[in-house]
């Protein structure tokens, strides 16, 4: 019996946290011990846990201001993870970001400590970022969700590394309703922030009425922008078909139900709500950014991809799913393969026999 490990900063809404969930719940009923170690203070989890998944809560999760502060910051979550994993012995550390791997390797040396990269590197230019980076190259092995990520890792430790992409967890029916038996609603789902582009989706959707006026617009998520995105919706006259509706328990069902899935992000790690969406039969459009979609969605053939940053296509490829109900009832009968592509049972294969050592 292995004691597997995962390390992150919380359990809270969000990709990461949901990945880590249901790999835990797999994990721990293979038979081994599994335990969950956040940086952040207690908190409920966001997501369905397993009763035998452990919980260790450090409420050490703060901001830094400058490079001196986190510096600071991070030697105190070095000791902190020194006596826990010294408390708990565990096998193996699974952890969230690149920050906690080298934070992880730095507190015990002698544990096996795999990196799981979910953010876009890209988007991580600061001098903390770099040097964490380059640290990298200590942690024993690195999993990132697409080639892009790893491209921007040093090479001793893209030669270590392994990409693995999000499963799918959701559960849902074997038999998917027909595109044209859903809901004529163009579904958004993720946290409202800037980055999103939520902003764009609303101005796309603005000119959709066009072509069918019965065409509702559900955007789901919480965040930041919630307040911007309401008032837009406002400015653009939208308030009898465009809505935030804020998050949901049942994202299988809303899909489900949903025609079109759009998302129009300026960057991503790898986007879950798209896996989410392809697997549920939803006809999706997408921004062709980095990282993810370009290595979900094959243009025209499980989906359509877009230009960041412009209304315009957006607004072009969602018109032309709803004039051509062929082509997107096509699109989404494509993407559901990869129910079997990116199932869970298969991910979490990978995961386990990459972190703990397993060969052949």
Same mark, same amino acid.
């Given at each position: 019996?292995?004691?597997?490990?995962?390390?992150?900063?919380?359990?809270?809404?969000?990709?990461?946290?949901?990945? %880590?969930?249901?790999?835990?719940?797999?994990?721990?009923?293979?038979?081994?011990?599994?335990? %969950?170690?956040?940086?952040?203070?207690?908190?409920?989890?966001?997501?369905?846990?397993?009763?035998?998944?452990?919980?260790?809560f450090l409420g050490l999760n703060s901001?830094?201001?400058?490079?001196?502060?986190?510096?600071?910051?991070?030697?105190?979550?070095v000791r902190a993870l020194r006596r826990?994993?010294?408390?708990?012995?565990?096998?193996?550390?699974?952890?969230?970001?690149?920050?906690?791997?080298?934070?992880?390797?730095?507190?015990?040396?002698?544990?096996?400590?795999?990196?799981?990269?979910?953010?876009?590197?890209?988007?991580?230019?600061?001098?903390?970022?770099?040097?964490?980076?380059?640290?990298?190259?200590?942690?024993?092995?690195?999993?990132?969700?697409?080639?892009?990520?790893?491209?921007?890792?040093?090479?001793?430790?893209?030669?270590?590394?392994?990409?693995?992409?999000?499963?799918?967890?959701?559960?849902?029916?074997?038999?998917?309703?027909?595109?044209?038996?859903?809901?004529?609603?163009?579904?958004?789902?993720g946290r409202l922030a800037g980055t999103?582009?939520?902003?764009?989706?609303?101005?796309?959707?603005?000119?959709?009425?066009?072509?069918? $006026?019965?065409?509702?617009?559900? %955007?789901?998520?919480?965040?930041?922008?919630?307040?911007?995105?309401?008032?837009?919706?406002?400015?653009?006259?939208?308030?009898?078909?465009?809505?935030?509706?804020?998050?949901?328990?049942?994202?299988?069902?809303?899909?489900?139900?949903?025609?079109?899935?759009?998302?129009?992000?300026?960057?991503?790690?790898?986007?879950?709500?798209?896996?989410?969406?392809?697997?549920?039969?939803?006809?999706?459009?997408?921004?062709?950014?980095?990282?993810?979609?370009?290595?979900?969605?094959?243009?025209?053939?499980?989906?359509?991809?877009? $230009?960041?940053?412009?209304?315009?296509?957006? #607004?072009?490829?969602?018109?032309?799913?709803? #004039?051509?109900?062929? @082509? #997107?009832?096509?699109?989404?009968?494509?993407?559901?393969?990869?129910?079997?592509?990116?199932? @869970?049972?298969?991910?979490?294969?990978?995961?386990?026999?990459?972190?703990?050592?397993?060969?052949?």
């Open positions: 019996m292995k004691h597997i490990v995962f390390l992150n900063y919380s359990l809270q809404n969000g990709g990461a946290e949901r990945v %880590i969930s249901s790999l835990a719940n797999d994990f721990v009923k293979r038979g081994d011990r599994v335990s %969950i170690v956040l940086l952040d203070e207690e908190k409920e989890s966001s997501f369905y846990l397993d009763e035998r998944v452990r919980l260790y901001a830094s201001s400058n490079l001196f502060q986190s510096m600071a910051h991070m030697f105190k979550e826990l994993f010294r408390k708990i012995e565990p096998d193996v550390v699974i952890s969230f970001q690149c920050r906690n791997a080298v934070l992880a390797k730095t507190a015990c040396k002698n544990i096996r400590v795999i990196g799981s990269e979910r953010a876009n590197p890209e988007r991580m230019n600061t001098k903390t970022d770099k040097w964490l980076r380059k640290r990298s190259a200590k942690v024993d092995g690195f999993i990132f969700q697409t080639n892009g990520a790893k491209s921007y890792y040093p090479t001793e430790t893209q030669k270590k590394s392994v990409v693995i992409p999000n499963g799918f967890s959701l559960t849902v029916p074997a038999v998917l309703p027909d595109y044209r038996e859903r809901d004529k609603v163009i579904v958004a789902t999103k582009r939520y902003d764009l989706i609303l101005d796309a959707f603005a000119s959709v009425r066009d072509v069918d $006026p019965d065409f509702r617009l559900r %955007i789901f998520g919480d965040g930041p922008e919630e307040a911007k995105i309401k008032e837009k919706i406002g400015l653009l006259g939208l308030e009898g078909s465009a809505f935030v509706m804020g998050l949901t328990k049942d994202v299988a069902g809303v899909l489900l139900s949903s025609r079109i899935f759009v998302l129009a992000s300026d960057f991503e790690g790898m986007p879950n709500g798209l896996i989410e969406a392809m697997a549920c039969g939803c006809a999706c459009v997408s921004t062709d950014c980095d990282f993810g979609p370009s290595e979900l969605i094959v243009n025209r053939e499980n989906g359509l991809l877009v $230009p960041k940053g412009d209304a315009g296509a957006i #607004a072009s490829a969602l018109k032309e799913l709803i #004039a051509d109900p062929d @082509l #997107a009832s096509s699109c989404a009968k494509s993407a559901q393969k990869i129910r079997d592509t990116h199932s @869970l049972e298969k991910i979490a294969d990978r995961y386990y026999e990459y972190a703990c050592g397993i060969t052949g």
